[in-house]
């Protein structure tokens, strides 16, 4: 779409150097049939030329402007290849982080059984006499 835009616009710029090249040939000739100085068909002349040179800058300055839009394009395609990248390994470090916080748990439950064993090996010890 992009591209069928940009060709649309140089076959239009063209269209329009074609034109004025027309209306110059025309103004030549109708000037010259009608007694115009040559005076002023050279004033038309640089005119015309100065009318070809701006669109011939105007024509450099979009495709300078196209090859900024292509290189800006691109540099954001990385970067949102980047932060796609960035997403998965965060959403892999979440991941592991509930993983440690369950082991963590679950040792936490485990240390407290052993701590209640102990403790009731030891009144059982106390209790039979047995301080050893």
Same mark, same amino acid.
């Given at each position: 779409m992009r591209h069928t835009f940009n060709m649309r616009k140089t076959k239009t710029i063209i269209t329009v150097k074609n034109s004025f090249a027309a209306l110059a040939v025309l103004i030549l000739v109708v000037g010259s049939s009608s007694g115009l100085s040559a @005076?002023?068909?050279g004033d038309l002349q640089r005119q015309i030329d100065a009318v070809n040179n701006d669109i011939d800058r105007s024509q450099q300055r979009?495709? $300078?402007?196209?090859?900024r839009s292509d290189t800006l394009e691109n540099r954001l395609a990385i970067l949102n #290849?980047? #932060? $796609? @990248?960035l997403q998965e390994r965060i959403n892999v470090t979440e991941q592991e982080v509930r993983q440690t916080r369950a082991q963590i748990r679950e040792t936490e439950e485990e240390l407290e059984r052993l701590k209640g064993l102990i403790q009731e090996n030891a009144k059982t010890l106390?209790? @039979?006499?047995?301080p050893s």
């Open positions: @005076q002023s068909v979009i495709n $300078d402007l196209r090859q #290849a980047e #932060a $796609d @990248q106390y209790k @039979q006499g047995n």
